[in-house]
């Protein structure tokens, strides 16, 4: 395996172990997936192993105008994930930045998420 995803993968263990060590028990988890051209976001409950909701700027009802790769497209699929995450009664969630840093796209995520009602 190459050297790049080995450090990639051993930062993402590490910020998902600290969450599910300071996290309370049974509080669903906000994952975040960016690439360089999109960005997704998934409301999982780990007690389960499922996934409650999702929005990706792959959708097909997701604006194209936005591009997917930009911070604008990240705040759209911030807002949606938490309509969304309305409709299933879910309010409070731990936030997963992955092995992403909280800046960018990642951080327009986030704070538009909070922005939709979502509390974490």
């Known amino acids: 395996m190459a050297k790049g995803i080995e450090t990639f993968e051993r930062r993402q263990r590490r910020n998902r172990a600290r969450i599910k060590k300071r996290a309370p028990e049974g509080v669903l988890r906000l994952s975040v997936f960016r690439s360089n051209k999109n960005i997704s976001a998934q409301i999982i409950d780990d007690v389960k192993g499922h996934t409650l ?17 930009n911070k ?15 409709k299933a009664g879910v309010s409070k969630v731990v936030f997963d930045r992955g ?22």
């Open 72 to 86: 604008a497209s990240a705040e759209a699929i911030g807002k949606i994930i938490a309509e969304r995450a309305k």
């Open 53 to 69: 909701v999702a929005a990706t700027s792959l959708a097909k009802d997701f604006d194209k105008k936005l591009n997917g790769g």
């Open 99 to 120: 092995a992403y840093i909280y800046h960018g796209r990642v951080k327009a995520l986030a704070e538009s998420a909070r922005s939709g009602g979502l509390e974490f």
